[in-house]
């Protein structure tokens, strides 16, 4: 029996992969009994700043990852499949769909034994155990992680609010991908001109945040791939047009041209019911989100069904405390998986639950662990977070910059991505048929 605690996204698909390998998996949850600061639905791998799980084609980073754990018998990347939603070149779901697809398919397998409600408030003592608690572990179990580590490391992430679509004026929206990639219902975009974008930014600039301790609401410390938007519009005039607002590739049709600005909104629902304003975490007080996201044209009058969130999240120095097999040097029994590795996203964070769940089987029998080879996405995170980049170590998400150079200038990026991408695969498969792995 191997012990994972913890259900989102790294423990559910730990403990998939213990259970296909033919073990026995306890898998505990402390909710519904009691919620993280960010979490309200009481189903499994519940998704909390967006429902995008980047990007789809598999000659990119992000696609690569997942092709590599679809082919490693993820159950993430099957129910996400399952759960699509138009989202461009983006692989979206439906929200609450995925979840209770996941929570279904968990409760289900005999070999798991789901335990809700219980909170672990110690680290196993024996047997072999994953700790997939996320970035926002409960005080208690993180107070013996930090103990057991020598501490941890900080930053602070944020969620983007979503709103009803029917409360939406589309007479100031218009619907397009860009570069009309993935069909035009799968983004909602509203334009700004200069002016509307320059008063926007200054609104945002100068409205209130909400109070997080032991933090200077000023000048945080976030991940930079959660900025909130207010903290990014501080950076300067352009630097929203730079990044969630940039409108390259997107055509006004009641202009005919390209806007000077775009807040783009995605689906968060099969139906088409909820949107997410995409790129814009927050932490405004929520009064000051509804006055300042009501400048933004089409948004005057919208219902948000959830405000954006700013909350602190902890991962491990794990360079100085895990190999690359998601164990701990100094306790080999005891794995690791998902946010708290300092890995970063969604996908990232299942894949590092693959990786713990499959070696920690490996380790109940016996047998060697695991790590695929450099050129794969799962094989370079995995080093990265045991080997670490320069300087203070910081959460790392799928890309082409942590992988062995090619060996040969490609000078087109597509061509380039898709020649990481056939080389990562065929490692994999040559991998895995040398050890002989059916998923």
């Not at 191997?2 to 259970?19: D, K, M, S, T």
């Not at 005999?110 to 809700?116: F, G, L």
């Not at 730079?242 to 590739?249: A, I, L």
């Not at 975490?281 to 405000?307: D, S």
Request: charged share 25%.
């Amino acid at each position: 029996m191997i012990q994972v605690i913890g259900a989102g996204l790294a423990g559910c698909e730990a403990a998939w992969q213990i259970a296909q390998a033919g073990e026995e998996a306890e898998l505990f949850e402390m909710k519904p009994a009691r919620y993280s600061p960010a979490h309200k639905s009481p189903l499994f791998a519940e998704l909390i700043c967006s429902n995008s799980l980047k990007a789809a084609r598999i000659e990119s980073a992000a696609g690569l990852l997942k092709e590599e754990m679809r082919r490693l018998g993820s159950l993430l990347t099957e129910c996400a499949a399952s759960c699509a939603v138009p989202a461009g070149g983006a692989l979206a779901v439906d929200r609450e769909e995925f979840s209770s697809l996941v929570t279904e398919r968990i409760r289900e397998h005999p070999r798991i034994h789901v335990h809700e409600g219980e909170e672990i408030r110690e680290l196993p003592r024996e047997g072999i155990a994953i700790v997939a608690t996320g970035p926002l572990t409960s005080d208690t179990l993180a107070e013996q992680i930090q103990a057991l580590c020598g501490g941890g490391l900080s930053f602070f992430d944020a969620a983007a609010p979503i709103v009803t679509a029917d409360s939406l004026d589309m007479s100031q929206i218009f619907c397009a991908s860009r570069y009309d990639k993935g069909g035009d219902d799968a983004y909602l975009n509203c334009p700004m001109d200069k002016p509307a974008y320059e008063a926007f930014r200054e609104a945002l600039v100068e409205a209130e945040r909400a109070p997080v301790h032991d933090f200077d609401v000023r000048d945080p410390k976030v991940y930079e791939g959660c900025m909130p938007i207010e903290v990014l519009a501080q950076r300067g005039m352009d630097a929203m047009r730079y990044g969630p607002m940039k409108p390259v590739g997107l055509r006004d049709p009641a202009t005919g041209r390209r806007p000077w600005a775009v807040v783009q909104l995605r689906r968060e629902d099969r139906e088409g019911t909820l949107y997410n304003l995409v790129g814009f975490q927050t932490n405004l007080k929520f009064g000051e989100q509804k006055r300042v996201f009501g400048m933004i044209p089409g948004l005057a009058n919208a219902e948000f069904t959830r405000y954006g969130v700013m909350h602190r999240n902890t991962f491990l120095n794990s360079p100085a405390l895990l190999h690359a097999d998601f164990s701990m040097r100094e306790r080999p029994s005891l794995f690791f998986a998902g946010q708290i590795t300092g890995v970063e996203g969604y996908m990232e964070s299942a894949a590092a639950g693959l990786m713990a769940g499959q070696n920690a089987v490996r380790r109940l029998r016996g047998e060697e662990t695991w790590v695929l080879p450099r050129e794969t996405m799962i094989g370079a995170l995995s080093r990265y977070m045991a080997e670490g980049g320069e300087g203070e170590f910081q959460p790392m998400g799928a890309n082409f910059g942590i992988v062995p150079p090619l060996g040969m200038k490609i000078k087109d990026k597509r061509d380039r991505y898709a020649a990481f991408a056939e080389r990562g695969l065929r490692a994999l498969t040559e991998y895995l048929q040398e050890h002989g792995f059916q998923p």
